[in-house]
């Protein structure tokens, strides 16, 4: 089966759950057997084009000069780039069976694609942007965007989900029909064991924290969404309760400076290390260290950073939003808190930090449901049921 994909992100340019998944999808897709052919903007360099697994490739192309430009005039111009390069190797390669699109940045190019070549659109919904704003569409853009995401999902064959939340809200937001969707989850790859364990990253573990403090981790976009000032705000009542804890919040985005503000505010910016930006060898190396990774999202289609940290066997202490409902079941693989509330943010952080018999057990537990449920090949398989279908499908049915 040969499959042309269209997706915004992927690396070297990885901005959040989106370009991770596609990453690791992609790669997984090839070992089933599915020549995938990946177009996507070359924003962060990279090699122009690279063979994949399963004998097909990626190209990253390079996006016109839109400087001044709103996020939804960028991407129709990128796609432009992406649909002509797609023409192009629709002669080379002598066609595709279906065409799959990741969120509504490459709809456009998928759109024409289909209509074009006669050929099923499949599309996977990340996030909606309406979700983003939790119900409200704030801005022009916010709304042109509202209606790709809602034209996507119409002229899709099929639409693939990645948690039970994000179903419902799709078929909210846009009227999309229950048997329309599939819902396949977002996985993640195990670490390999590490010679020495946890001891063998003592050394460096002083680079955050003092010997006798608790290391508590969070990691995520500095933006109002992830609710890294729901976590902020919590420090103070943390501390009240378990005085040996030191906080790093690992990310970049707007809301940095406001966050560093807050804690100097509340009086713990000496208890709150903020990184900026790390490596993905430092963020994995963070999570072997870590007592604590807490999510305190407001809104999460899925959750992927609570899978990384549980892989990693770290305690997660997520809120109840979205997807991570599902990622984390409370009590069981972790602890779940009520979204925007800092006070039961601050009793799940507590709790695992100090209880460490139960935590024991509950990264145990988070760890065998990783390996079994949320691994590639299992979802690559799923997603390869789903492309036989619509391929089926097409093949019985007239344009």
């Known amino acids: 089966m040969r499959v042309l994909m269209l997706s915004w992100e992927y690396p070297p340019h990885v901005v959040g759950g989106l370009g991770k998944h596609v990453a690791d999808l992609v790669p997984a897709l090839g070992r089933q057997g599915v020549e995938v052919h990946l177009l996507t903007p070359r924003w962060a360099g990279g090699l122009p084009e690279e063979e994949l697994e399963g004998g ?7 996006p016109p000069w839109t400087q001044g430009d709103d996020i939804h005039t960028t991407a ?6 992406l649909e002509g390069k797609a023409h192009t190797l629709w002669e080379v390669l002598g066609g595709f069976d279906l065409i799959h699109v990741h969120d509504w940045l490459v709809a456009f190019a998928g759109g024409a694609l289909k209509h074009g070549h ?9 996030a909606t942007e309406r979700g983003r704003g939790r119900g409200h569409l704030t801005s022009t853009v916010a709304q042109a965007i509202d209606r790709t995401e809602w034209w996507l999902t119409f002229e899709a064959w099929r639409v693939i989900c990645c948690s039970e939340f994000m179903k419902g809200e799709i078929r909210a937001y ?34 955050y924290a003092l010997p006798e403090e608790k290391l508590v981790v969070s990691v995520g976009r500095m933006v109002e969404e992830k609710g890294m000032h729901i976590l902020v705000a919590a420090v103070p009542r943390v501390l009240a309760a378990f005085p040996a804890a030191k906080f790093v919040l690992v990310g970049k985005g707007p809301m940095l400076e406001d966050l560093r ?15 900026g930006f790390v490596p993905d060898e430092e963020r994995d190396r963070l999570y072997r260290l870590a007592d604590c990774a807490v999510f305190p999202s407001l809104y999460e289609p899925f959750g992927i950073v609570a899978l990384e940290a549980m892989a990693f066997r770290c305690p997660v202490v997520v809120s109840d939003v979205g997807g991570l409902r599902e990622v984390v079941v409370h009590g069981e693989t972790g602890i779940t808190t009520y979204a925007g509330n800092p006070e039961s943010l601050a009793w799940g ?5 100090a209880h460490p018999e139960w935590t024991a057990q509950r990264v145990e537990a988070a760890y065998q449901r990783v390996r079994t449920e949320f691994n590639w090949d299992r979802i690559a398989q799923r997603t390869v049921e789903v492309y036989r279908r619509v391929v089926e499908e097409r093949r019985r049915t007239s344009w």
């Open 76 to 81: 129709w111009k990128a796609n432009l780039v």
């Open 174 to 207: 846009f009227q999309v029909p229950e048997d329309k969707m599939d819902v396949i989850p977002n996985g993640v790859n195990l670490p390999p064991d590490l010679p020495g364990g946890k001891e063998a990253l003592l050394h460096s573990r002083g680079m």
């Open 261 to 275: 503000r807050q804690a100097w505010a509340l009086g713990v910016a000496e208890k709150v290390l903020f990184t």
């Open 56 to 62: 097909g490739r990626v190209y990253r192309l390079d």
């Open 349 to 353: 952080i507590v709790h695992t930090l």
């Open 118 to 126: 006669k050929t099923p659109l499949l599309a996977t919904i990340h």
